[in-house]
Structure formats: C-alpha cells, structure tokens
C-alpha cells in the first residue's frame, strides 16, 4: 500500500511516523469532529507513535495514560493530596486534558479497571462532559479535547475486552503489521541501517509472525525489528542481534527457541 501524507499544521516537528493508509486523514477529520479514536491492533505496530505524530501536527497537547490493573478512574480524574500541610485538590491526566483540550491518549485501554469506561462515556458522546464527583464540578470539554484509546483485540481474553457498548462510542481504525517494503523503510530510518540490510530482517519478522498461535503467542513487533536493526548500527553480529532483539523476546520455551533459530537460520543462510 502506498504512504499518503496529510499536510497538517506542525508536520515538520512530529514524530516521524510513515502511514499505510489515509489513517491520518482519519484522525485529523475526527479531531475536528470532536470524535473520539480507538486503535485497534498487535503491539508494537505504531498506534502509539500515530498518536504522538498527530498530536503534534495537530498541535495539541498530549496527555499518554499506559493502562494497568490497577488504573483506578480515580487515577485519570484526580484525588485529593496533602500539600504542605493542607489537603488540595490535584487534577489527574483525563481532568488536564479536558480543562486544556488537549489529546487524551488511554494505551490499552482494556487494562484498566472497569470503572475507568464509566468515566469516558459521558465524554464520547454529545454531552463532551466530565463530571468529578469529589469536588462537585461537571467540567465541559474545552475546544480542542479529544479522547484516543487503543488495545490489542488479538490479545485479550474474555475477561478483559472492550464492550460493544464502549467501542460504538469511537471512531476504530485498525492498525495491522506494515507491508515488507514499507516495513523496510520504516526500520531503515528508526535505525539508520541502510534498507538494503533491514530487508532480512523485515523478511524475518514475516516468518517470525507467520507462527502466531501455533508456537507464540505474539509476533515480533515491528518496534522489535527497530531494536535488532539499531543494535547491528552499533556494531553487535547481526546473529546476536536477532538472538537478543528477535528471539529472546518472544518466548522462555528453549524447544521454541530453538525452533526460532532454524528459522533464522533458513532465512539468512
């Protein structure tokens, strides 16, 4: 698929970020909208470099939020603190975003607790409010706020995935592993390695992907590809660099280990 570039205020300083499709486009005719994005796909595919790249062509601020198990709504809203003394009220990352309509990014969204999609619905829908019980305020989205989330539909269980209810709240756009020339290009210039050198390694990831759900778990990420490809720019054997970027990365099973080095092996000769 060819790269479509969307000439955007601040493109010159953003994130170098190549696009497979017109997810840019996408993105940016959201943001006008007061849409909010879900992404959807494999880690280690881009979504979160995406947003960064579109936050500063769009230049608005950028509030990133990684999503664990414990990421209570409490985190994203705020609580209060004891400051000198006294007992203040201290914004968390969703609050300053919607009071400086700025881009909220939720990473993994799916991770969080369960309290924490309550919290988004009434901002991904016409009312764009936030209401902070603790302190009484029903805080309307300042122009300019948008909420991103992403998760990764391939890897989670039942007990954890995104309710129909919650995802017809986005726009979904679904990010997937990029095509191997553009791949190539994209590790050539994370790297510096010249793209002639990243196509083995590119062609490997294909490979390395190509055993999802027999062997592993998850394929090799494009970032991994990155890695291998930096730790050859800094000298390293590109035997080791597979071993320590590509290989150990993906499983502690030593028959599935081994079984990945024929692969190299197969690929490089």
């Known amino acids: 698929m060819n790269a479509h570039v969307t000439d955007l ?5 953003a994130p170098f970020y190549l696009a497979q499709g017109d997810e840019c486009t996408v993105f940016a005719a959201a943001a006008t909208a007061d849409l909010p994005v879900l992404l959807k796909g494999p880690t280690g595919v881009g979504k979160t470099r995406f947003v960064a790249h579109m936050a500063a062509r769009l230049n608005r601020p950028l509030y990133t939020v990684a999503c664990h198990d414990d990421l209570s709504a409490a985190d994203l809203i705020g609580r209060y603190l004891l400051k000198g003394g006294e007992t203040v009220w201290v914004d968390g990352p969703l609050t300053r975003a ?7 990014y939720l990473d993994e969204v799916v991770e ?4 924490v999609t ?6 991904t829908d016409d009312r764009r409010i936030l209401p902070i019980d603790r302190t009484g305020e029903e805080l309307q989205a300042a122009p300019g706020f948008m909420l991103v989330a992403s ?23 679904d990010f997937d592993f990029p095509a191997p020339a553009l791949e190539t290009r994209i ?12 196509a083995g390694l590119v062609r490997l990831a294909g490979k390395l992907r190509g055993l999802k759900g027999q ?11 990155v890695y291998a490809a930096t730790l050859i720019v800094q000298g390293m054997g590109v035997d080791r660099a597979i ?6 990365p993906l499983s502690d099973d030593a028959d599935v280990k081994r079984g990945l080095r024929d692969l190299v092996a197969a690929v490089f000769g």
């Open 9 to 13: 205020e601040g493109a010159a300083s």
């Open 98 to 104: 919607v009071r400086e309509g700025a881009i909220c």
């Open 112 to 115: 969080a607790r369960k309290d």
């Open 118 to 123: 309550v919290v988004l619905h009434p901002l």
């Open 151 to 173: 998760y990764n539909p391939g890897y989670q269980n039942v007990l954890k995935t995104l309710k129909p209810s919650t995802r017809q709240r986005f726009v979904a756009l």
């Open 187 to 198: 590790v050539a210039q994370e790297s510096g390695l010249p793209e002639d050198r990243c």
């Open 215 to 225: 062997d592993l778990e998850e394929g090799v990420s494009t970032r991994l590809v």
């Open 243 to 248: 071993e320590v970027a590509m290989i150990e």
